[in-house]
């Protein structure tokens, strides 16, 4: 075997700990001082992105592609951190990356920008992402750059691959009940939508880093402008409804009587 | 109207999950007429099974190539159901099978399709949906003038039909699947053993866990093992599910000590599930996901911690006990 190309799909979200509020824009909706929001790299791209260097390290031959639809700038930022935990070559699409664009234009532009990568090897290919984003959380764009790239084998929620020397691999895809759903597959070329997986964060490796920022720089000065718009869809309000609840404080009770309080809560 | 499909699947038995039984819901509840297609081992008698939930016409693909849950044989599926069905809005549940091969299928039909639905309604012939955004922090109401429109629709909201069976005549629908359709085969499904399956749907309650459990506690020590048995032994006289903070399910991952028992599975929140349950009660745990994002779908919510001013619980939980939750899940599991 000649090692994979794998290529990773993934962009940036909010930071998770940012309040969010919506707003109108002539674009249809958006955040409040979206552009000021600090980003991370997608959560469970980032998983996939550390499950394909791994990967790569295991085969020798294998290149890691990271393919990320955003707004040039705000991509800039988040490659200072995320270029230093794993090698990588960056492929950016400059663009929007909100959450209420629509999931097949971004496919679109995805499998595009996958199908152009010089030298790409059907053979070889594996494409990696997050089962869903941390922004539009729709769970398809995976699979809609399977079917424009014209490859048979989609997995979703994976937790797991083990390869075998003949190229075939077995998965782990989560299903409902905290179960998995055991596949194999002939190889190549395959998509693959992860969950978590089993890989912890990489620590931060400046030389990695500045390996990385090598072709990261040029990638961004040449990304490609593109019209990742809210598509056909026709929003009609965007909204945070109301959750706060009168929470009642008890700090003076022993620790029997909350007990007894909480178990009477329970068997009601 | 759009003509409307209620698509569904069977399980490994040949019966319809709840899931399937809530779209069938929604369907009717449109005030249309609607059919139904079923994919999936066992998929004629799954709809003689429905055949009064009001369905002008059944069709059915029940080929050995869709007895498993396969991307590729459930996409081609369902693809030829939906044309053959004619229909230009179908209406899906949100089962894994479908979150998986569906998206596909929509490609195949040159179809929009949108999930986690959580609101459907049809007035004056449009169709309107609702979902969250940003998980589970802006909800958004929508509607899409493209045909075909496949929407796959959350669990739990639509009330699972109930009714009578009968011959459904259903129509069987051919499938050419190719060999390339099968170049994935499925081994099987991998089930924790019964005394480590802490993850369950159905459950009334969900045990919230936070990091909390594994740190050090007022002695000094850390309680690991205690804490442990306590939260197992718990989850076996309640019947509750266990949910997990990222912070403690992270632990784990970076080589720490801490509950064997608990998986990234286990998380709820910004990277983990939204789950469904009347109640909730979360120890140890100050982080916003599971309070803000993993608890959107709890109806009644309480909170064990040592600090009264949490951000997260203050707000977000109907009741927050001020106390040591070693303590009080000890007394709570000597009265359960």
Redesign the interface.
Known sequence: MNGFQIVVCGSL??D??QT?E?VTTPQG?GLKNETMLPSVLD??SA?ALYEAANLAKQTAGSKVYLVSLGPKAKLQQLMMTVAQKVPFELVALDGSAS??T???GVAAALADAIAAIPGLDKSRLLVFGGCAS???????TM??V???LGI??????V?EIKMAEDGSF?V???????????????GAPAVLAW??G???EPPNNPQVGMANMRGVMPSLMKAKPTPAGVG??????????P?????????D?S??E???E??E??NN | MSKTLALLHTQADGSLPKAALETLTAAASLGQPFDVAILGAGASAAADAVQGCGAAAFHTVDDPAVAQ????TDAAAATALIQASGAELVLAPG???F???L??A???VGA?????IVALNAEGGAV?AQR????Q??????????RPWLLLLDTGVFAPWQGAAGAANAQAVAVAFTD??R??????????AADA?????DAK?LFVAGAGWTKKQKDGQFHIGEAGALILDFLGK?QASLGSSKSLV?IQ???QETLTFMS????VG??GSTPRHP?G?ATCCHG??PH??GW?FIN???A?NLD?NCGW????????????AF??MA??N???
Not at chain 1, 232 to 241: D, L, Q, R, S, W
Not at chain 2, 137 to 146: D, P, Q, T, W
């Open positions: 979200v909010p998770p700990l969010l919506p909706p959560p469970w998983h959450g209420f629509d999931a097949h941390a922004s539009r959380d729709a769970g398809v699979q809609l399977c079917e424009r048979r084998d989609f997995f979703a929620g937790d077995a782990l895809e989560r299903i409902e009940g905290g179960e998995y759903l055991a596949s194999t597959c002939k969950a978590t089993n890989l912890p056909g869809i026709a929003y009609e309000a965007t909204e945070i409804p959750q706060k609840r009168q929470t009642r404080i008890v700090k009770a620790t029997d909350i007990a007894k909480i178990v809560w329970i | 849950p396969r991307y590729a089962t894994s099978r979150a998986r091969s998206p596909g929509a490609h195949r929009q399709i949108d999930t986690h309107r969250w955004f940003y998980r922090r802006i909800l958004g109401a929508f509607s899409r003038a493209a390339d359709d170049r994935t085969a499925v081994t099987g499904v991998q089930k924790p399956q802490t993850i369950r749907p309650l309640a992270d991952g970076e080589g990234h599975m286990n998380q910004q990277t109640k009660i916003e996901e803000a994002v959107r009644e919510r309480r064990v009264p619980a203050q707000g977000k939980a109907d009741v927050l006990y001020v106390a040591d303590e009080v007394k709570v000597a009265l359960l």
